[in-house]
């Protein structure tokens, strides 16, 4: 399964991403971490969006 995630900074400081920070939780089955996601980490100013792809 592919996981499309696009996260934006709103607050001054920005935001920091981290694909080990998601898991995926739904009937019955819970998936604690994406083995493979791209990108693993990434920094956003303020009002810039990281679009992210977590592979499951």
């Known amino acids: 399964m592919r996981v499309v995630a696009e996260v934006t900074a709103l607050e001054s400081q920005g935001l ?4 080990g920070q998601y898991s995926i939780e739904g009937l019955g089955l819970t998936i604690p971490t994406a083995p493979w996601s791209s990108p693993a980490r990434q920094t956003a100013a303020q009002g810039e969006t990281i679009r992210a792809t977590l592979v499951i």
């Open 16 to 19: 920091k991403f981290a694909a």
